[in-house]
């Protein structure tokens, strides 16, 4: 299904929640509604950023903009983006905060900025994590606290890589129903594999497009 986002999207989760996949997922899809830029504000974790798909990105127009260490094994957390100006350059803004309330925190410094009506903070969360409703509510409750910001709505990004059958989806929505009952924050989207039927409204696909570091050539 096509999605129109706001102009200014920020994704939060847990640690492997799959925010960096679905970002990429995001900014090709917004990519044919108007200009976008990815700002890849991961400084917790090397290993898998927005950044990797600089290349592609190019190919379809999408500006990245990175710490300066991204993609290395010196990553330093000082950040020092013109979030303003970035936001006013495009259409569309697409931030990727780092996992848990250590990345959020980092988001938190660009708050007053990101204080615009059309701005959403995402918090995004995968079922298949390990952790239990309650939990995957204390790290969203964790997060709002690091970052000073409230969690405007909630992306069902529950996935088993890619083993992920359209089926893990369906089985979710017990945890989302109760997740939404504890925390009061609503689902913008669920995330599902292409090649699913019985499609509903809120349902996007998602590509996996982020590779295992024993994937990558």
């Known amino acids: 299904m096509e999605y129109t986002l706001p102009k200014i999207t920020s994704l939060v989760g847990h640690y492997g929640c ?28 090397p290993y898998f950023r927005t950044s990797d798909f600089k290349e592609e990105f190019e190919k379809r127009g999408i ?30 803004t697409i931030i990727d905060a780092g996992g848990g309330s250590d990345g959020a925190a980092a988001l938190g410094r660009y708050r007053e900025v990101l204080k615009n009506a059309d701005a959403q903070l995402f918090y995004v969360f995968n079922m298949y994590r390990g952790l239990s409703v309650q939990e995957t509510a204390e790290t969203l409750w ?29 089985k979710t929505e017990e945890f989302e129903k109760e997740l939404v009952s504890i925390t009061g924050v609503p689902v913008f989207m669920r995330c599902v594999p292409k090649g699913g039927h019985d499609v509903r409204p809120d349902d996007f696909f998602v590509e996996r497009l982020v590779q295992m570091p024993w994937e990558r050539s």
């Open 18 to 45: 799959g925010k960096t996949n679905l970002a990429a997922n995001l900014a090709l899809e917004m990519s044919r509604m108007g200009t976008v830029t990815v700002v890849d504000m991961d400084i917790v974790n």
């Open 142 to 170: 964790e997060i709002e606290c690091a970052c000073k910001m409230k969690c405007t709505s909630l992306i069902n990004n529950s996935n088993l890589g890619n083993m992920t059958a359209y089926e893990d989806i369906y």
């Open 63 to 92: 500006n990245i903009v990175a710490t300066q260490y991204a993609n290395t094994n010196l990553d330093i957390p000082v950040l020092n983006f013109d979030m303003a100006g970035i936001i006013d350059s495009g259409d569309y």
